[in-house]
């Protein structure tokens, strides 16, 4: 329909050009030479033709009549005038009239079209093209809606159909054998693949089972195959996914070819699907990998881990990966799957130089809450606040003090939170000097210098004592944020 809109806008602009253009008025008549008793034989008085005559003869007539006012009001052009009496109309003699009338109204458009300047007929030319084209194209999109509409349909009724053949199939014990009508036409494989999928996504154990015999015994799986040879990157990722739930594995040479593709969408399902698909190692497609692993193809990879129940004995051999963000995946699956056995090589990347790294390694020691790694946390958050120093006496000559306490998305900053953050679970006395600090350092944000004063609360007798001395402290900032923190705890 934007096709068509713009079509349309560019025939009126050159219909517009063509009346501001300007045709010179031509005086005179255009005599026909039409002769008006090649329509008075007796083929058309014949009984079976009067009433097409008299039904042609009044719409045909009527026409002409106006586009003869028209071109007398326009230009004065008296080469012929209707003049036959309302007898004559609906009569063979009223027809022929009208016929010879249109022959001079031809003759006449034609004229005025030859000497007409050559700017004028181009237009014209032009004008009847589009008119022309669009009617062709409303015609096809109309041709082409109304069978869309149609297949619509058909597809509806035999989806419903597969569903219920489905269900009683697996449902109904006296059923053992369906015969899916037209599995001779690829479309109609194609959707009881779909049904399939999508039941077979929902079930577990025998009836997900039998749901994927009667997958193999239909050949579909052929049909999944085939979809992973085509040229279309859509289907090509069809065909990944249909085959990595189905645990179909004659094509993993292929769909590794993709793990590095260029198309994002192609390059998930294909990891996904060497996940699922790769039995003794799931992860290996990662060694090879040359783009950014992106978090969402991590959640991906995570849920499929998950959701199949695919266990990784360790993940340490991809933190000495060069792909940086391999190495930031494997730490977060380290922590979400709490593989504590892997702390040595986690607080390795604790002084990784890319902070990134760094970071994610600081999340990884948060989840595994490993006491013998906190001194070697709190030398990172050492490290970090020198780094957080350099930036900020950068910010303080053009920002003010308060914008500076608000550049919570720099790393140096997610870091020494997620390190205060990591000691509330293992935190002891030993840390109450450290988190002290924290908790009197101005230049920290609020969020930071609340969480330590929360900490500090729940290590009693010695941490709260702590607190409640730098209530009487000069630093009203502090002692407001104390005062805030007993009473949410109170509440």
């Known amino acids: 329909m934007r096709y068509i809109r713009k079509h349309l806008l560019f025939t009126v602009a050159v219909a517009f050009m063509l009346m501001t253009a300007g045709i010179k008025e031509t005086q005179g008549s255009v005599k026909s030479t039409f002769s008006p008793e090649l329509f008075s034989s007796d083929l058309l008085a014949h009984p079976l033709l009067k009433p097409v005559v008299k039904v042609t003869s009044n719409y045909f007539c009527g026409f002409l009549t106006r586009v003869d006012q028209y071109l007398s009001a326009r230009t004065g052009y008296v080469g012929f005038r209707l003049s036959q009496s309302p007898s004559d109309i609906g009569s063979i003699q009223g027809f022929s009239i009208c016929v010879a ?31 022309v084209s669009l009617i062709v194209l409303f015609v096809s999109i109309l041709i082409h809606r109304h069978y869309k509409t149609k297949q619509r349909q058909k597809y509806k009724d035999l989806k419903d159909e597969y569903q219920e053949q489905l269900a009683s199939f697996l449902f109904d014990d006296e059923v053992e054998r369906i015969n899916f009508r037209g599995l001779n036409k690829k479309t109609n494989r194609q959707i009881l693949i779909d049904e399939l999928m999508d039941l077979h996504n929902n079930l577990h154990g025998e009836v997900a089972d039998k749901l994927k015999d009667l997958y193999f015994n239909l050949s579909l799986h052929k049909d999944s195959l085939h ?42 399902e294909a990891q996904v ?39 990784i004995n360790s993940f340490e051999k991809w933190l ?4 940086q963000s391999v190495v930031i995946f494997a730490l977060r699956m380290i922590g979400l799957f709490k593989h504590v056995h892997s702390g040595e090589k986690v607080r390795e990347q604790l002084f990784s130089d890319n902070s990134d790294i760094a970071l994610a390694a600081v999340h990884a020691m948060r989840a595994l809450e490993l006491v013998e790694y906190v001194d070697d946390m709190k030398m990172l958050y050492r490290s970090e606040t020198l780094k957080l120093d350099n930036i900020l006496q950068t910010q303080r000559k053009n920002k003010e003090q308060k914008d500076i306490r608000s550049l919570d998305d720099i790393n140096p900053r997610k870091i020494r939170y997620e390190i205060v953050q990591a000691l509330r679970a293992i935190a002891t006395d030993e840390d109450i000097p450290f988190l002290e600090q924290v908790m009197h350092d101005n230049d920290n944000s609020y969020k930071i210098r609340i969480l330590a004063i929360e900490i500090m609360l729940n290590l009693s007798p010695q941490g709260e004592k702590k607190v409640n001395e730098s209530l009487n402290t000069e630093d009203e900032v502090l002692t407001k944020m104390i005062i805030n923190v007993k009473q949410n705890q109170e509440s």
Do not use: C
């Open 320 to 323: 000495d990966s060069k792909n």
């Open 227 to 268: 979809k992973v040879y085509n040229g279309r990157w859509d289907w090509k990722a069809k065909g990944f996914g249909e085959l990595a739930q189905m645990d179909v594995k004659d094509a993993n040479h292929k769909i590794s070819e993709y793990v590095n593709s260029k198309n994002q969408i192609l390059r998930m």
């Open 101 to 131: 009338n249109s022959k001079g109204s031809v003759d006449y458009l034609w004229s005025r079209y030859q000497r007409a300047p050559l700017k004028v007929k181009i237009l014209l030319v032009i004008l009847v093209y589009l008119i």
């Open 273 to 311: 699907a060497m996940v699922k698909l790769s039995e003794n190692d799931p992860l290996g497609f990662l060694e090879k990998l040359n783009n950014e692993l992106s978090h969402w193809e991590q959640i991906n990879i995570y849920d499929t881990l998950v959701f199949h129940d695919i266990n």
